[in-house]
């Protein structure tokens, strides 16, 4: 079974920064993509940040230039930072991850159970 759990939420005035952190558990044989997406209330689920296996990455527009994903794949972790914080990126962060669990095995997506992330006016 595998596992991914996200850490690095919290409180933070407009103009802060967070770094959120997601960690891949389990058995694993290997990672495809990871993203982050965010779900703000009463709105749908959007992607983030993206980043493949050998770190080209991907951001929406209204991110870019304020956050970064990476990936340490000896770690099987993907991190987010998130700079100049603005109140409207309020929301559940989550990771997800492609995985295969043996060589043979298809991908298959798996989810985080989501941090929440609040800035401030």
Same mark, same amino acid.
């Given at each position: 079974q595998v596992q991914l759990v996200e850490s690095g939420g919290g409180l933070v005035q407009a103009g802060g920064s967070l770094r959120l952190s997601c960690a891949a558990s389990g058995r694993i044989f290997s990672i495809n993509h990871m993203a982050w997406y965010r779900q703000a209330p009463g709105q749908q689920r959007e992607l983030v940040a993206s980043i493949t296996s050998d770190g080209t990455t991907n951001q929406i527009d209204s991110v870019k230039g304020r956050f970064t994903v990476s990936r340490d794949n000896a770690k099987k972790m993907v991190y /987010?930072?998130?700079?100049? /914080?603005?109140?409207?990126?309020? %929301?559940?962060?989550?990771?997800? %991850?492609?995985v295969k669990i043996t060589y043979w095995s298809r991908l298959d997506l798996y989810w985080g159970q989501g941090t929440q992330v609040t800035v401030s006016s």
């Open positions: /987010l930072q998130m700079n100049s /914080l603005k109140p409207e990126d309020t %929301a559940v962060y989550y990771c997800n %991850a492609e």
